[in-house]
């Protein structure tokens, strides 16, 4: 198979601002910029075709004063940042994403409603790509999780506040307030007001059915279905009000640009420097970071779970039986029980009363069961690499125990 | 290393019973008992019987001594494993001491052997009786009258909401008398109990 030029895919998809250059002359001849939230209007068709013969005369300082105007910085400024080159190289990018790209991902919709100048669609993207990688390397790695600590587990590798954690130890610094004239090195988003409660409203107008009926019960496996990567609600699509889709989009968090950011960075790798380096940059940023899956795990019954989970392998009813102790009679006993099924132990727990062991063994065996990891694992997307061997089915499990 | 070569203010040998016994002759020199010398000697301790080479036959594999821990939760025990992992094989030639599990003594009481003796009009009856004097006909009463364990009773049938009213109000009864501490240490147990699902 012959692989997509994405090169040529990038000049399609993307437009910069360099190539358009109508908006940018439409903007220079507007009045100053008003000290309001909302973006300015467009001037007509009429008093553009007046003010072209103006324009042409215009000197440099004129042009620089109206800078202000644009909502966001032009795509001239991104050469002259050195923070953007700073950020660049900080992050290893590769030398095939311009700093132009670069740019436009650090302006949020909220700061420039024009899709064509935000991160919209390199946001969307890469949220694609990083759900897509960290779910199939999830569960690759681990094919026995319960579907609750794979929610868990994305959320914890790519949710908002990682993503956010990530963007501050990039080093990238917040504007005070979106602009033409801002350095196009700093993260450019409209803030909510000071004090606003975010999570107030119920959410509504969910792709969820019956999403008023609160007090129906909402399993697991329809999150499958309805909800996004983490298990929480989406959103469903709206008819933009405005067919150009530059309508003033609300104010966002610090925390929602910054998503925007990373995953409109793993965009813009993926369209310029390929499949290749996005899962290099993927491996680098996400994978590398710790998480200790064995914490995400709360279990309300383990012991009765356990003795489901060995009925429905056919192996013998687990039995605990006391390894050791020490101090029955004392204020601080201290008892280690280990969990057995046949001759085989399934797990070992140490606490100060026989129930507590007894229950911490049966989350030791549970985690056992839940925590299996084949011992070479291989991910769906490894096989689009040329010369990549054919693709192994693998291993899958009945799934988590349900009593 | 650090030997001090002081010349002691006090005579040492007037606390004998500071001294080891076996270096009393080098003690005029030496300023304080906590030396590097004598603390790195304290911790000279002989290893366990099991760790080192037993004298009588040379040993040339490597030591399995397992640690008073705990293992790790990633690592799957081997009647988890799917059939055909590769470490299936490999754990079976490693040496069990799985021979002691049966001489092992139970953690809990062995639950009794499952009768199902019980009859559909059985049930049918059971839940007449707790229905029609829920105060006579308790959970532990019907189980004795039933010969069955109060958990099937609790399965067959639910109480009466009158019954659980008048329970409710008995809990709030005897919970109005606790005080401060009780209350607090009542909580704190059940956050414990919580806590035992989370932890490793």
């Known amino acids: 198979m012959k692989r997509l030029q994405l090169q040529r895919w990038s000049s399609s998809v993307l437009s910069s601002r360099a190539r358009t250059g109508g908006r940018l002359q439409r903007h220079l001849y507007s009045s100053n910029r008003f000290q309001s939230t909302a973006s300015n ?24 004063f109206t800078k202000r105007q644009l909502p966001s ?73 319960p579907l609750t600590v794979i929610f868990a587990a994305v959320y914890a590798y790519i949710g908002p506040k990682t993503l956010a954690a990530m963007v501050r130890e990039w080093g990238v610094e917040h504007a005070a307030f979106p602009g033409g004239e801002v350095d196009p090195g700093l993260l450019q988003f409209k803030r909510v007001a000071p004090g606003t409660d975010i999570s107030a409203e119920p959410i509504r107008g ?66 310029h420097a390929g499949r290749l380096a996005a899962k290099r940059f993927f491996e680098q940023h996400i994978l590398s970071r710790h998480l200790n899956l064995s914490e995400l795990f709360n279990f309300s019954q383990p012991v009765r779970d356990l003795a489901r989970l060995c009925a429905r392998e056919n192996y013998e009813q687990p039995v605990a039986k006391i390894i050791s102790e020490t101090g029955r009679k004392s204020r601080h006993p201290v008892f280690v029980v280990g969990i057995y099924s046949g001759k085989d132990k399934l797990g070992e727990g140490v606490g100060g009363s026989l129930v507590e062991a007894r229950s911490r063994a049966a ?26 061997a054919p693709w192994k089915p693998v291993y899958v499990d009945l799934g988590e125990v349900i009593v | 290393m650090a030997t001090f070569i002081n010349a002691s203010k006090r005579p040492t040998l007037a606390l004998p019973f500071l001294l080891p016994s076996c270096e009393s002759a080098s003690l005029e020199l030496r300023r304080c008992q906590s030396t590097y010398r004598r603390t790195k000697q304290r911790l000279r301790i002989k290893p366990d019987a099991s760790f080192g080479l037993s004298s009588d036959k040379i040993q040339d594999h490597i030591i399995y001594n397992p640690p008073s821990s705990t293992s790790s939760v990633y690592e799957t025990p081997t009647k988890f494993l799917p059939p055909n992992d590769v470490r299936r094989a490999l754990r079976s030639d490693a040496p069990s001491n799985s021979q002691n599990v049966d001489e092992l003594p139970p953690a809990s009481k062995s639950s009794p052997e499952k009768r199902y003796h019980l009859t559909r009009s059985d049930v049918e009856e059971i839940r007449k009786l707790r229905l029609s004097d829920p ?37 709030e009864a005897v919970q109005s008398r606790w005080g401060a501490k009780r209350r607090m240490a009542r909580e704190d147990r059940e956050l414990r109990k919580e806590s035992w699902g989370r932890d490793a």
């Not at chain 1, 007090?215 to 697991?220: A, E, G, K, M, N």
């Not at chain 1, 985690?367 to 694992?377: A, F, M, N, R, T």
Request: proline content about 11%.
């Open chain 1, 41 to 64: 209007p467009l001037p007509s068709e009429s008093d553009l075709a007046g003010e072209q013969s103006t324009a042409s005369s215009g000197s440099t300082p004129f042009l620089k």
């Open chain 2, 135 to 171: 105060m006579t006909w308790s959970r532990w009463k019907l189980a004795k009258r039933f010969n069955c364990s109060p958990m099937f009773i609790a399965m067959a049938c639910e109480a009466s909401p009158q019954k659980k009213e008048i329970q409710k109000q008995v809990l």
């Open chain 1, 206 to 271: 969910t792709t969820r059915p019956n999403e008023d009926q609160t007090t129906w019960r909402r399993s697991i496996t329809s999150s499958v279905v309805y909800d996004n990567e983490y298990g929480d609600p989406v959103m469903a699509p709206k008819p933009p009000a405005d067919p150009s889709g530059s309508s003033p989009q609300p104010p966002v968090t610090a925390e929602q640009a910054s998503c925007s950011l990373v995953r409109a960075v793993m965009g813009a790798i993926y369209l």
């Open chain 1, 73 to 145: 910085p032009p795509v001239q400024a991104a050469r002259e940042s050195a923070k953007l080159a700073a950020l660049h190289a900080r992050l290893y990018l590769p030398s095939r994403l311009p700093l132009e790209t670069l740019a436009r991902c650090l302006v949020d919709a909220s700061a420039d409603p024009d899709p064509q100048f935000n991160n919209t669609s390199l946001a969307l993207l890469g949220n694609d790509l990083l759900s897509n990688y960290i779910s199939e390397h999830i569960v690759c790695t681990y094919p026995r999780l």
């Open chain 1, 363 to 388: 989350v030791a065996a549970l985690k056992g069961w839940y925590l299996y990891s084949p011992l070479e694992v291989r991910v769906p997307s490894s096989t689009e690499e040329p010369g990549a």
